[in-house]
C-alpha cells in the first residue's frame, strides 16, 4: 500500500540558510499535518491542512511556512535556520481532518551547523 | 491544552511476558486516540486507532482499551518478543495530535 513519502530524508545546511521539506501524502487522504521531533523529544504539532488550506497552527516559528498544491503535496519552508531547528520533521496524513487514522512518513533529519 | 502522560517512562520484559503500556490524557473531547511505535532514529508506525465510540481495538497480539470518561488508555502487547523492543506513543487528538513522551520497552531474550 503507498505510504506518506518524504524527500529528502536527511538535509544538513549552516545556520541562517533556508530549506524546504517536501511530503507527499497517502493518495484520496484530504489532510497533511507536520510535526517536529527534537531529540529526546516527543513530536510537536506545527501545522496542518485541509483541502489545500491551513486547518490548525500550533508551535510554529514564524521563520517557517507551509503551504499544500492542488495536487495534495505539501512543503514546509524553513528560513534563518538555527541550530535549534537540528530535529526531525514528519510529515502525516489523513482522511477528513483526523477522525480517521493518521499515518505518518519517515521523516526528514534535518540537521543545522 | 492537552497533556497526554504515559507511565512507566522505561522497562524492560523477559522475552514471553506480556507488556501493559499505559497512557492518560487530560481533555476527553477527542475524535480518537492511536499507538504507535518508533524505533531509534526512525519514523512512526501507527499500531491501533480507537475512535471516541470505541472501547478496544485489537490487531494480533495487540490490544488497545480506551476509556475516555477516565481519560486513560491501555496498550497490551501479549507474549512479548525482542523485535517488540521499542519506544510506543499514545497520542490522542481532536485532528492535530498530541503525544506523550512514550513508553521506552526493551524485551529481553
Known amino acids: 500500500a503507498a505510504g506518506v513519502i518524504q524527500s529528502p530524508r536527511h538535509l544538513i545546511k549552516e545556520k541562517r540558510e533556508t530549506a524546504t521539506l517536501k511530503c507527499y501524502p497517502i493518495?484520496?487522504?484530504?489532510?497533511v499535518y507536520w510535526y517536529q521531533q527534537g531529540p529526546g523529544q516527543d513530536p510537536q504539532f506545527l501545522i496542518s491542512?485541509?483541502?489545500?488550506?491551513?486547518?490548525d497552527k500550533g508551535s510554529i516559528p514564524d521563520r517557517f511556512s507551509a503551504q499544500q498544491f492542488s495536487d495534495y503535496h505539501s512543503e514546509l519552508n524553513m528560513s534563518s535556520l538555527e541550530l535549534g531547528d537540528s530535529a526531525l520533521y514528519f510529515c502525516?496524513?489523513?482522511?477528513?481532518?483526523?477522525?480517521?487514522?493518521?499515518?505518518f512518513g519517515q521523516g526528514t533529519r534535518l540537521t543545522v551547523v | 491544552k492537552q497533556e497526554v502522560t504515559q507511565i512507566p517512562a522505561a522497562l524492560s520484559v523477559p522475552e514471553g511476558e506480556n507488556l501493559v503500556l499505559n497512557c492518560s490524557f487530560t481533555?476527553?473531547?477527542?475524535?480518537?486516540l492511536q499507538w504507535f511505535r518508533q524505533d531509534p532514529g526512525k519514523g512512526l508506525t501507527s499500531l491501533l486507532l480507537?475512535?471516541?465510540?470505541?472501547r478496544e481495538q485489537t490487531s494480533g497480539r495487540l490490544n488497545a482499551s480506551l476509556d475516555k470518561s477516565s481519560g486513560r488508555s491501555t496498550l497490551y502487547i501479549a507474549a512479548s518478543q525482542p523485535g517488540d523492543s521499542a519506544t510506543y506513543l499514545c497520542?490522542?487528538?481532536?485532528?492535530?495530535?498530541?503525544f506523550g513522551k512514550g513508553n521506552q520497552v526493551v524485551v529481553i531474550p
Open positions: 502525516a496524513s489523513s482522511f477528513r481532518q483526523g477522525r480517521t487514522e493518521a499515518f
Open positions: 493518495p484520496r487522504h484530504d489532510t
Open positions: 491542512f485541509y483541502e489545500k488550506m491551513q486547518s
Open positions: 481533555d476527553s473531547a477527542i475524535y480518537n
Open positions: 480507537i475512535q471516541s465510540s470505541q
Open positions: 497520542a490522542v487528538g481532536n485532528n492535530r495530535l498530541a
